[in-house]
């Protein structure tokens, strides 16, 4: 087939990549010329494992351009951030993806929406475009939302089962045997609305069940009482799995895809709640070291990791920039450590000079390299020893021996 896809993020671009593998014609498009010219020059935007190998294997099949071209699919996967300053999801991209695509729809053309949004999108937003464009005639429509992770995108991608919601069954048949070129995971089908919520309902249970375990921790240190051992004694029962407190959730899925399903709701209050849960833990984390380096004139801290979660290098919503913006209003000296991220709106410094005569190191990301890390010599270069970890993912008897204070967030 000649398949076109909108948007050549990290959603977009393998996507493009997996079906030109598998043999169809693909035009990738993205209205960023930095982009298309990098890809034009056989460069690759980001990294991920997998990547570069597929890119040279796929690349007969596969095109780069700004302008979409007549296909028989057309694939969105644009990005659908949140208006924060509302908690309203920004259709904006969609919209205009959908233009692009209406001058040159013909009968018996499908497209697939994969960008997340709101339930309902589809029909109301989407479908009326095309109409228009088109007058109604025959073309098809789905919404196949993406459940990919960044770091293991291609395999996911690949091994993931697939929800495929359909304007009508035949729209959902025809983008099955689309993906069925390069997905082994198990697809299936059902109506477009349904697989919208679907996507949102999978983040959002995350979202609600790590906001009551970070209750629990609040409560669990208002109560004197090791959260983390009450967790790990409560997932013995064999209907419960509690997930695992934290310095607050971050990244573009876990915070924002709650508001795509209350935004619009007049009844939701739970999936509100969490998110106010969630967002205001790095209130929690700074308070905590406040009160840690309270008897300390002009006090250092150093943030363990500024990634939003563990060995990626991924800052986008994460919850360190709350805590170094909170606590550096609180009149707190802030120097970060990430071994995995480059590029940060702080100045990111080396191990060394993160430490040195720093008073608090707070860990805020769960990066397995600091777990590696040996505490003796941070030991000799801290003026004061103390240590908040947000992720109770260091070995709390190494670190103890080595002369540090540690306290853990949910523990007595
Ligand atoms: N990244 C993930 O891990 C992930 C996982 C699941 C779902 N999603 C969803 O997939 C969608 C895409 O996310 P992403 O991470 O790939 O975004 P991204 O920001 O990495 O990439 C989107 C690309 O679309 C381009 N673009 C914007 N408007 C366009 C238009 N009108 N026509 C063509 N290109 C346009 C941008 O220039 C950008 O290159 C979002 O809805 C996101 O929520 C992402």
Same mark, same amino acid.
């Given at each position: ?226 959260? =983390? ?29 709650? =508001? ?138 190494? =670190? ?13």
């Amino acid at each position: 087939m000649n398949i076109c896809v909108l948007g050549l993020g990290y959603i977009g671009l393998p996507t493009s990549l997996l079906l030109a593998k598998a043999g169809h014609e693909v035009t990738g498009v993205d209205i960023d010329e930095g982009k298309v010219e990098q890809l034009k020059k056989g460069e690759l935007p980001f990294e991920e494992p997998g990547m570069k190998e597929l890119f040279k294997n796929a690349k007969e099949n596969f095109k780069a351009k700004t302008s979409v071209e007549a296909s028989d699919v057309y694939i969105i996967a644009v990005p659908t951030p949140l208006d924060s300053s509302l908690n309203i999801p920004d259709m904006k991209a969609v919209k205009s993806a959908t233009e692009m695509i209406g001058p040159h729809l013909s009968d018996g053309d499908l497209v697939i929406l994969e960008s997340t949004v709101p339930p309902a999108t589809s029909e109301n937003l989407i479908l009326p475009i095309l109409e228009r464009y088109n007058g109604g005639t025959d073309f098809y429509l789905a919404h196949s939302p993406e459940r990919a992770i960044p770091g293991n995108t291609l395999e996911e991608m690949r091994n993931n089962s697939r929800i495929i919601g359909g304007l009508d069954e035949k729209s959902a048949e025809i983008a099955k045997s689309v993906y069925s070129s390069f997905v082994n995971g198990d697809i299936h089908l059902t109506d477009i609305k349904t697989a919208e919520m679907v996507k949102l309902m999978e983040n959002t249970f995350r979202d609600v069940n790590i906001a009551l375990a970070n209750e629990f921790a609040q409560i669990g240190e208002e109560m004197g009482i090791d959260a =983390w051992e009450a967790i790990d004694l409560a997932n013995e029962h064999p209907r419960v799995d509690i997930l695992n407190p934290g310095p607050g959730v971050g990244g573009h899925c876990i915070s924002i895809d709650p =508001w795509f399903l209350s935004s619009n709701s007049t009844t939701s209050k739970m999936i509100s709640l969490a998110r106010e849960i969630n967002d205001s833990m790095p209130n929690f984390v700074v308070n905590k070291a406040r009160e840690m380096v309270e008897d300390i004139s002009n006090p250092t801290i150093t943030i363990f990791g500024v990634a939003y979660k563990g060995n990626v290098d991924d800052t986008r919503k994460t919850p360190a920039l709350k805590i170094i913006k909170l606590a550096e209003n609180e009149g707190l000296n802030v120097r970060c450590y990430d071994p995995y991220v480059d590029e940060f709106e702080y100045e990111l410094y080396s191990l060394e000079d993160a430490v040195k005569g720093s008073d608090c190191i707070i860990v805020v990301t769960d990066h397995e390299k600091f777990k590696e890390i040996d505490p003796e010599s941070l030991s000799k270069q801290m003026r004061n020893k103390r240590i908040l970890d947000t992720r109770n993912i260091l070995h709390y008897k190494k =670190w103890k021996k080595a002369g540090f204070e540690m306290n853990i967030t949910g523990d007595e």
